[in-house]
């Protein structure tokens, strides 16, 4: 493994990763999270109640029956409660505030006389801020002397909302100038189970999730008015926590919950959801700090691993199967072992990683393209650029063994032109000469390997082949010659004589690719292949023509192009004579010659 090249990414990722883990701790990412939290509410959907509760329903069917304005008078509530009395209800709960005495007081003896009698009522009280010079003050109201004298339990109702209006948690007690009251909930749940004293500051004073049971009117709902009425069968409330409290908008004691979102729930039955998670000792307990962390960066490290190793598509599934797998085991831990597994840090820290390191892959890769593209426009023409880029295989960086056809071509007598102009002309003269050449190569699909001095090296069939290079090559060399041939009157004048350049073709197997050291390489064909077909180049001054092919690339062209057999010739590195071709196009006349003799060829013009 390339352990300079890890490092960057693996910078990126954890970098990413603390980012995440800072925005988390700091609660940038809380929002998020109890989004989270609802949405595994509602995956898991509605349990049972395992606390036997009823409500009852200070709703808007209760206010066009009664037609009394809010708040009602209290001596409905005393008629209420001795309603209940003989159903033998086991606590009779109001979540209405009874903290200001009436004008006439016999309404606050009324109710104060109907707790006493039943023996079972619990009161809500509330904790509210009142402006001072000094900034927000923290007060209790709690109900007044003559009610909450013969109340069973009174505590404080508040609900905890978080930052987007949502109540998913609540605190079991609050505290008050040293002193400590158990919220109003927990006053029912320590009357139902028959605790006598708080146990432990730790468990009362720390916010808990509420493990609600379902949406809105998940337990039974009795209208206030139909108990006044004697509408409802008393063996209801039998051994049951009855809640009282506003189901009606207009008293604005509803609020949006994990499960009710756009259909909020009322305040009374939030607090029966909370009766019944600390009844069961079943809160939504926060996971393991350790574990959460361990996990995090464990799948964060898989994701900065998995981007570094694998194609982004592939590394995409993987980071897209370690994020289903954790959603899973939050959702598992959620809804059978009422754990909360935090989901989005996680989330966030492992797609966030890939993110980051595929983007800059993708930056890197895109840079390095344009470098290729530019290296490549140097050898090969633009379209076929474009394909190989896309397949990158093809260009055989580090050397391929690929079958293709060598070209090189030689002007003759250059070195005696270049003694006759200067250096500033002889560069201008070839950059013209070598700018057309190029273009006559890449139009037939080859490649330029390199310019040496006045000499041209192409090369068919790599990186792209396209199955008929010899045809090409061929083609290639005829055009180069008729190039020369229409450059002749030009450089006649500027040297005195025309150009004449000779042309050599082999086809084999060579090794082609990126060549070279790490510091410094080229793309480049090396074999015996390549030596022939510059050998065969240079026997074209010899045998008097201005292109020889060799027997392999004769046979490949298959007719293609019309070629005469010149005769057998000696190659140095080689014991077997070779059968050179070139084509007819080339010779003018009638051609005499002995193969086996090996007699020079001479042309007879006609």
Known sequence: MDYKKLLRPLAIGAALTVMVFVAYQRGLLDTFELKSIDFRFQIRGPIASKVPIVLVSIDQDSFDELQLPWPWPRTLHAMLIRKLAPSQAKLIAFDILFTEPKPDPREDQALADAIRAAGNVILAAEFTEVPSDFGPRTTINLPIPPIREHALGYGPANLVTDRDGIVRRARQ????????????????????VGLEALQTKEIFLTPLLINFRGPARSYPVVPYYRILRDEIDPAVFKDKIVLVGAFSPSLHDIFPTPFSASEPMAGVEIQANLVDTLTANDPVAPFSGAGHHTLFVLLSAITIW????????????????????????????FSFHQ?????????????????????????????????????????????????????????????????????????????????????????KLLSDYFGQVTHIVFKNGGTIDKFIGDAVFAIFGAPKSHGDDAVRAVKTGLEMIELVESLGPKWTQIIGRPLKVG???????AVVGSIGSEIRSEFTAIGDTVNLGSRLEGLTKELGVPMLISESTAAEMKDAIPLRPLRQVKVTGREAPLLVYCPEVLLEGEVEFALDTGTPYTQQHK
């Open 173 to 192: 007690a609050l505290t008050f100038q040293d002193r400590i009251f158990p919220g109003f909930a927990y006053q029912i749940y320590q009357a139902f």
């Open 306 to 333: 998995a981007s570094f190793h694998f194609k982004p598509l592939r590394a995409f599934a993987m980071v897209l199967v370690l994020s289903g797998i954790h959603i899973f085991a939050s959702l598992y831990l």
């Open 339 to 427: 754990s909360w597994m935090p989901m989005v840090p996680t989330f966030f820290g492992v797609w966030l990683s890939y993110g980051g390191i595929t983007l800059d892959n993708y930056i890197r890769e895109q840079k390095e393209r344009i470098r290729t593209r530019a290296t490549l426009s140097k050898y090969v023409s633009a379209d076929v650029a474009e394909e190989l880029l896309k397949d990158r295989e093809g260009l055989g960086f580090g050397g391929m063994r690929r079958h293709i056809t060598v070209l090189f071509s030689d002007i003759r007598g250059f070195t005696s032109i270049s003694e006759q102009i200067g250096p500033e002309q002889v560069v």
């Open 503 to 509: 042309v050599g073709i082999n086809s084999g197997d």
